[in-house]
């Protein structure tokens, strides 16, 4: 069965950094584009970043730009999302992603195939 368990969020204060895990099974990691979107309360989904099948190219949403690193671990058939520098907007739900087909620069645009539960982060004093 393919799919992708987020783990990591929490409460961290403004300034504070989090690391998220999306771990997948059923696939490979690095033959699939994944990458993370996160929904606040009242507001659309929106995507943060996300690492393109084979190549490794990242992208990232200029709201994150500079603060939130994405990787891969294919041994560990995991992706992170180091995130550094939070302010109280980043608090939201944070989603992983997946899909076999799509590169990384349509991937916050189109239908994914698989979806996490997601994983709360609050950032806040």
């Known amino acids: 069965q393919v799919q992708v368990v987020e783990s990591g969020g929490g409460l961290v204060q403004p300034g504070g950094s989090l690391r998220l895990s999306c771990a997948a099974s059923?696939?490979?990691?690095?033959?699939?584009?994944i990458g993370w979107f996160r929904q606040a309360p009242g507001k659309e989904r929106e995507g943060v970043s996300c690492?393109?099948?084979?190549?490794?190219?990242?992208y990232y949403a200029d709201s994150v730009k500079g603060r939130f690193t994405i990787s891969r671990d294919n041994a560990k058939n995991t992706v992170y999302l180091q995130m550094n520098s939070l302010k109280p907007e980043d608090t939201a739900v944070y989603y992983c992603?997946?899909?076999?087909?799509?590169?990384?620069?349509?991937?916050?645009?189109?239908?994914?195939?698989?979806w996490g539960q997601g994983t709360l982060v609050t950032v806040s004093s």
């Open positions: 992603a997946a899909d076999p087909q799509i590169l990384g620069h349509d991937f916050f645009y189109v239908h994914l195939e698989v």
């Open positions: 059923g696939f490979s990691v690095g033959h699939y584009t």
């Open positions: 690492i393109s099948r084979l190549d490794g190219t990242t």
